[in-house]
T-cell receptor
Framework: DGGITQSPKYLFRKEGQNVTLSCEQN?????MYWYRQDPGQGLRLIYY???????QKGDIAEGYSVSREKKESFPLTVTSAQKNPTAFYLC??????????????FGPGTRLTVL | GENVEQHPSTLSVQEGDSAVIKCTYSDSASNYFPWYKQELGKGPQLIID?????GEKKDQRIAVTLNKTAKHFSLHITETQPEDSAVYFC????????????FGEGTQLTVNP
């Protein structure tokens, strides 16, 4: 973390509601990422963005949406179409631009619970 | 794309002992291998990384070794302390032309006092 902030730390959602998770970085990084982590599991990529106004689906994009209107911000919306949204969500950023040698730095995470 | 396997999934050691976690990867073109430490309820923190032009890198009690021929890299923690207890993840580039990473499944390290 350090230069990456996520809010809120904890989020509760009722079934059928959309919620938006915030991610902001002041590292001047071009690339940003969203990961999902389930208990005892590894990191699964939801969406990523290599540059402003551009983003691509990761491995588990269904039921999620993102935007990248500003370099420092990459909000994630968990829609009602996501059938099992309860998880720990992690945002990361990297400088980008260097093929295969890019260090990713993570934020502190948001724990989403569906009631 | 890259496939990363991490072993063991759990590791328990006595304080002061060494701990070793190993990862294998599939893409021989991969050239960057970071290690992350994740404490309970927090985001992963980069603790050390290695690029393919070196075989070993050390930072105090932590070291990473890379064997490109065998396509594996290992994290070594010496003189373990209770505060080393956490989940450790290895990673490798998902593709050689982008910035995505493929992560291992993680190792839960417990250091017993």
């Amino acid at each position: 973390d350090g230069g990456i902030t996520q809010s809120p730390k904890y989020l509760f959602r009722k079934e059928g509601q959309n919620v938006t998770l915030s991610c902001e970085q002041n590292l001047n990084h071009d690339a940003m990422y969203w990961y999902r982590q389930d208990p005892g599991q590894g990191l699964r990529l939801i969406y990523y963005s290599q540059i402003v106004n551009d983003f691509q689906k990761g491995d588990i994009a269904e039921g999620y949406s993102v935007s990248r209107e500003k370099k420092e911000s990459f909000p994630l919306t968990v829609t009602s179409a996501q059938k099992n949204p309860t998880a720990f969500y992690l945002c990361a950023s990297s400088a980008g631009g260097r093929a295969g040698t890019d260090t990713q730095y993570f934020g502190p995470g948001t724990r989403l619970t569906v009631l | 794309g890259e496939n990363v396997e991490q072993h063991p999934s759990t590791l328990s050691v006595q304080e002061g002992d060494s701990a070793v976690i190993k990862c294998t990867y599939s893409d021989s073109a991969s050239n960057y291998f970071p290690w992350y430490k994740q404490e309970l309820g927090k985001g992963p923190q980069l603790i050390i990384d290695i690029r393919s032009n070196v075989g070993e890198k050390k930072d105090q009690r932590i070291a990473v070794t890379l064997n490109k021929t065998a396509k594996h890299f290992s994290l070594h923690i010496t003189e373990t302390q209770p505060e080393d207890s956490a989940v450790y993840f290895c990673a490798a580039p998902k593709e050689t032309s982008g910035s995505r990473l493929t992560f291992g499944e993680g190792t839960q390290l417990t250091v017993n006092p």
